[in-house]
């Protein structure tokens, strides 16, 4: 692995990590909300969330990098606020990715959300818990399986993106080139050899997070069988 | 604590709930309906766990705060207010314990019970470091409501709480909330549609039917009442151990100075409480001489319960201070001329012992 390689792939890691955070803190109430509201605000801001699935990522990278340019009030905004644009920048590519992942991380805490059994969390207020207190030590312990799904697609899937990061990051090495935009430059310059070493990572990383996913779910059809 | 009065109007498209109750300390107020009365409606209006909306009339206070009026509402969780509910709700992920310190940790008020006590009381020590998995159906509703006193609550709810257990396991639960009752004086609001529990628990029953309440009194009168066209209709009595008859194996029971023979040596506690279904109780105007049957009691008839439908009737047979069941055909009935104030002989065929607090 060239040295460019590297740090292509610390970025990667980078990136997907703190995505990963911030929709931790982001997802996680919108899918709470998501999972028990009855208000029609629903109706709207589910498909929202959902869009990034079917969405070209292409399409929201255009719109993102529109919407970081110094013209517009949010890149004017980020412009005052730190003195640099914010378009190609590894900024950019945090908000870009936190929106591409938000429905991997959101739609399985959503389901976990709304399997939660409502008399336990009754039961929890009747023993003096108020609702903060019930999501943190009732809802989050008993959704643990969907907060692991979550994490691992959100962390997936900003690893594995590229049409948004290649519209909004530039393709700058070492500040917004990731292991997935690397590889297409190393196929563009036919080599091989390196492309190879990439693609082999991210296919086996991808493996790996998958079986252990689906091996989650695996555990808990067993055990409900025998229940 | 004194007292909790509700004073509600909650209309839905399946039901209609219209009621008042009150509910003092001091005794356990009994509600008995049939399912989709509204009994369970009603009490998780009472705790605040109901959602409601803006056209209920949903009127719920005590005698120290306001918990739901027109212009007020108090969240659930600060409702000093614990609630029984019929599925064991074991908090899966923790353990005995687990669940027993989430209550102590959120503890509302400064009460004098803790973990010794109620460990004790509800006999759940040996259980402490169990999954909740691993218990029975029982010890789950005894964890439950170790847990639901050990918040700090000044009120109790139970709704159905042994509904899921059978016969057995029920009998052993009873003495084990009427030792908590009377250990704790605060409102009790007991919901069951089983009779033979509102008797054996209750001083006052309240009878629900499509959202109202449709009767009320107290339990002696209630009890025998409802039993009427419930065939498993039957008498708890308590009862003083006399002595064991080691030949025979016969406890004898010493029963408003009269005698009664169980089965095996209960001599260990001091009182017991036994069931006498009503269909296993005879009535004879004279002594029978040459029965083989042990139990048999001198007392007076002091009610004929008539049932809507079926050829049978219900007795009512005041012995001393207590009073047992007995279901007869009306033919017998007209046949030996029962009638008020009658002095007869019961003949018991089987008791059923409701297990001694303890064991």
New interface residues.
């Given amino acids: 692995m060239s040295p460019d390689d590297l740090t292509a792939f610390w970025i990667t890691l980078k990136l997907a990590t703190i995505t990963t955070v911030v929709l931790i803190i982001i997802g996680t109430p919108l899918a709470w909300w998501l999972a028990r509201t009855r208000h029609i605000t629903r109706i709207l801001i589910e498909p929202i969330v959902a869009l990034p699935i079917v969405l070209p990522p292409t399409v929201l990278g255009f719109y993102f990098l529109i919407m970081f340019s110094p013209q517009n009030p949010v890149g004017e905004l980020w412009l005052s606020l730190t003195g640099a644009p914010l378009a190609f920048t590894f900024s950019a590519l945090v908000i870009g990715s936190v929106v591409y992942s938000l429905p991997f991380y959101v739609q399985p805490l959503q389901v976990a959300f709304e399997g939660l059994?409502q008399?336990?969390l009754?039961?929890?207020?009747?023993?003096?818990?108020?609702?903060i207190?019930r999501f943190f030590?009732?809802a989050v312990?008993?959704s643990?399986k969907g907060f692991i799904v979550a994490i691992c697609l959100a962390f997936a899937h900003t690893v594995g993106e590229f049409g948004i990061v290649l519209m909004i990051g530039g393709n700058i090495p070492g500040e917004t080139q990731v292991l997935s935009i690397a590889l297409f430059d190393h196929v563009e310059s036919l080599e091989f050899q390196s492309a190879h070493i990439i693609a082999g990572i991210l296919l086996i990383f991808s493996f790996i997070l998958l079986t252990f996913v689906y091996s989650l779910n695996r555990k808990w059809t067993i055990k409900t069988r025998e229940a | 604590m004194d007292y909790i009065k509700a004073s509600l109007d909650v209309e839905r498209s399946d039901f209609h709930l219209n009621l008042e109750l009150s509910i003092f300390k001091g005794e356990i107020t009994g509600l008995y309906g049939p399912s989709g009365s509204g009994k369970s409606s009603l009490l998780?209006l009472i705790?605040?766990?109901k959602s409601q909306s803006p056209q209920d009339r949903v009127d719920i206070s005590t005698n120290e705060e306001i918990w739901s009026s027109a212009d007020h509402f108090i969240?659930?969780?600060l409702?000093s207010?614990?609630?029984v509910?019929q599925?064991a709700?074991l908090?899966?992920?923790l353990n005995v314990r687990g669940n027993l310190e989430?209550?102590i940790q959120?503890?509302?008020n400064k009460t004098d019970v803790d973990l010794n006590q109620v460990k004790q009381w509800l006999n759940i020590d040996g259980l402490l470091n169990k999954s909740t998995d691993d218990l029975s159906g029982g010890e789950k509703q005894r964890v439950c409501i170790a847990?639901?006193l050990l918040?700090?609550a000044q009120a109790m709810l139970m709704d159905e709480p042994l509904g899921a257990l059978d016969h057995r396991a029920r009998y052993r639960i009873l003495p084990y909330i009427d030792q908590i009752h009377k250990r704790l004086d605060f409102p009790f609001l007991y919901v069951s549609h089983a009779i033979d529990e509102l008797t054996y628990l209750t001083d006052k029953i309240h009878v629900m039917d499509k959202g109202r309440i449709t009767e009320s009194g107290s339990t002696l009168i209630m009890g025998p009442k409802l039993g009427i066209d419930s065939l498993d209709a039957s008498a708890i009595i308590t009862c003083d151990v006399d002595h064991y008859n080691e030949k025979y194996q016969l406890t004898c029971l010493n029963f408003e100075s009269q005698k009664i023979y169980i089965a095996g040596n209960k001599s260990m506690g001091e009182s017991l409480k036994l069931n006498i279904p009503a269909r296993d109780v005879s009535i004879a105007k004279s002594l029978p001489q040459d029965s083989s049957i042990l139990n048999i009691l001198k007392g007076s008839v002091v009610a004929i319960h008539e049932s809507k439908e079926g050829s049978s009737e219900l007795v009512q047979v005041q012995v001393g201070n207590q009073t047992i069941l007995s279901r007869i055909t009306r033919l017998s009935i007209d046949k030996l001329n029962i009638e008020i104030g009658l002095a007869v002989y019961v003949q018991i065929k089987s008791v059923s012992l409701i297990s001694e607090y303890g064991n």
């Fill in positions: 059994d008399s336990l009754d039961t929890a207020a009747t023993l003096g818990a108020n609702p207190d030590s009732l312990p008993l643990k | 998780r705790a605040g766990v969240q659930t969780h409702r207010i614990a609630y509910f599925e709700q908090f899966p992920h989430y209550a959120r503890k509302r847990r639901a918040s700090g």
